[in-house]
């Protein structure tokens, strides 16, 4: 069978949750038995999210191939349970980079290369090579930005045109919009879906089905209106309202009938979800017995997105033991000059520090680390936070004037050092040592209780333990649990005497689902709720 397409624009604003319709509108289409998987086209030049700042972007969510890409492929992997691959993220700069390359190599010789055909081809050919490569029934595309963008347009040219050529039985445009109510009047106001649907047919897409995101159920009213101006049959206007977790919104989509109208557009024979345990496994995100309080303490807390995955993580397993997980976002800063305000930290169940790069707020994520260590409060270290609880060991345990080389060059004791590999790169795109590696685990050692022997984890650091050291630390009491390529590098860390106090040079929130909270996380959420 050829691979349909539904294709997810968004109008009125950004951050209306595109990403949640894409991945409930996938979730659906998995639970109704298909092969699906999504694809996130962003516009912004750069060649993926790896070189951008996470508190003006959001996470860099990496894939096990190694792909540095936008967070909302985090959100696909999390609803549909798929490992995906750096080619479903497309941004413009990985198609201008492949259309000028081919152009350098004489592949277009005496044409002229332009936006269109040869950038859209590019976008189409990208899209379908993917979909036919890993054998999709369904691709549920998510086109990034909102539409009237300069950005975006050859992307929506290319979409519109795959309509044309795949035809309309094999390709579908949902489109989100807002209905917002303004406080005084109390009704919702239609219009801003009716000019977004506007914009979007002006360049030739007509949406066949509208998700309209609002506070309330959207009114039978609203939804008339909408349907009226729109031309989009009033059963395809779906509301989108406030759900009590993301991941209700499957459910919320279907009880309006949403993939029966897909399945009628598309022709699918497969037109009813078989629940199975997801809705069990999405009540759990709002039915709670208590609380857990973790201090998440890291550099880039000013936006929560930065560390958006590590928040899933840890509400899965708070969903998975019945406790809501209250995340505080702590600057690291805070703590680099006064001990007093560290102790605010005993007020937390649990600490956490996430990844991080570079020296500011570096001496108050040690100080973190080593507090939390002296105080018996579980704690779980990732990336940097494995890296700098090392700094902290060697540092106050062992007495080493000890740092990461990438915090202090001429440190005397380099516990934490470049790998050697990385010496000689000067690029810093796609340069780290990145996505999946597997782990060995060490038996006897509270890694080996949560994984077994054998791990599969992802990653993305330049800097790592220097086995130098293994002996010092070693006899001190802090033990190197698990290890990759042979024993070179050092992946988890624990120690035996504390409570919990466990770190990983992986980063362990990229691998955890609703329902199958990934372990490390697991294990410290259940610490910090008997703490
Ligand atoms: N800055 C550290 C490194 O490059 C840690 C990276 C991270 O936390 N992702 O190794």
Same mark, same amino acid.
């Given at each position: 069978m050829q691979s349909k397409f539904i294709f997810v624009t968004g109008g009125v604003m950004s951050g209306l949750g595109k990403g949640v319709v894409t991945s409930s509108t996938a979730k659906l289409l998995q639970l109704a038995g298909y092969r699906v998987s999504c694809v996130k086209i962003d516009p912004y030049v750069n060649y993926d999210a790896g070189t951008m700042n996470p508190v003006a972007h959001g996470e860099v969510f990496v894939t096990d191939d190694g792909g540095e890409c936008d967070m909302d492929i985090g959100n696909y992997e999390r609803f549909i349970d798929t490992s995906m691959t750096k080619d479903h993220n497309i941004t413009t700069g990985r198609i201008f980079l492949d259309v000028i390359r081919k152009e350098r190599e004489g592949k277009y010789l005496g044409q002229c290369v332009q936006i269109i055909p040869h950038v859209t081809d590019a976008i189409k050919e990208n899209l379908r090579h993917t979909a036919e490569s890993e054998k999709l029934d369904i691709m549920v595309v998510e086109c990034g930005g909102t539409v009237g963008d300069i950005e975006s347009l050859p992307f929506l040219e290319a979409l519109r045109q795959m309509q044309m050529e795949d035809g309309r039985s094999n390709t579908l445009f949902i489109h989100v919009t807002l209905a917002p109510v303004l406080d005084v009047v109390g009704e919702q106001k239609t219009k801003p879906t009716q000019h977004s649907v506007q914009e979007l047919r002006r360049i030739g897409i007509q949406p066949d089905l509208l998700a309209v995101r609002c506070k309330m159920p959207l009114s039978p009213d609203a939804s008339r209106k909408i349907s009226l101006f729109a031309s989009v049959d009033q059963k395809c206007v779906i509301s989108c309202h406030d759900a009590p977790?993301?991941? /209700?919104v499957p459910e919320v989509l279907e009880s309006q009938g949403m993939l029966k109208a897909i399945s009628e557009r598309l022709l699918l024979k497969k037109s009813r979800p078989t629940w199975g345990d997801w809705k069990k496994i999405a009540d759990s995100f709002s039915k709670y017995d208590g609380k857990v309080r973790i201090a998440v303490v890291g550099k880039y807390v000013t936006l929560p997105d930065s560390y958006v995955s590590v928040y899933h993580a840890l509400s899965h397993a708070g969903a998975g033991i019945g406790k809501k997980v209250d995340v505080d976002w702590i600057d690291s800063e805070r703590f680099e000059n006064s001990h007093d305000k560290l102790a605010?930290? /005993?007020?937390? +169940?649990g600490i956490l520090v996430p990844g991080g790069f570079g020296k500011r707020g570096s001496e108050g994520i040690i100080r973190t680390a080593n507090f939390a260590r002296e105080n018996n409060i579980p704690y779980l270290g990732i990336c940097f936070g494995f890296q700098l609880a090392i700094v902290a060991f060697a540092r106050h345990v062992c007495g080493l004037a000890a740092n990461s080389t990438e915090l202090d060059? +001429?440190? /005397? +004791?380099?516990v934490v050092d470049f790998m050697p590999e990385q010496r000689n790169i000067h690029d810093m795109g796609g340069t780290m040592r990145l996505g999946g590696h597997d782990i060995t685990v060490l038996p006897g050692t509270l890694a080996h209780r949560l994984y077994g022997s054998t791990v599969r984890r992802r990653h993305r650091h330049r800097y790592e333990f220097n086995l130098k050291y293994m002996d010092t630390i070693s006899k001190a009491g802090l033990v190197m649990s698990a290890h990759s390529d042979s024993g070179r590098r050092m992946e988890t860390l624990e120690l035996p005497s504390h409570k919990f106090y466990f770190a990983t040079q992986y980063h362990a929130e990229f691998s955890s689902r609703p329902g199958k909270p990934e372990q490390a996380f697991d294990a410290f959420v259940r610490a910090a709720a008997r703490s």
């Open positions: 977790s993301i991941y /209700k605010g930290l /005993k007020d937390y +169940d060059a +001429d440190v /005397k +004791d380099p």
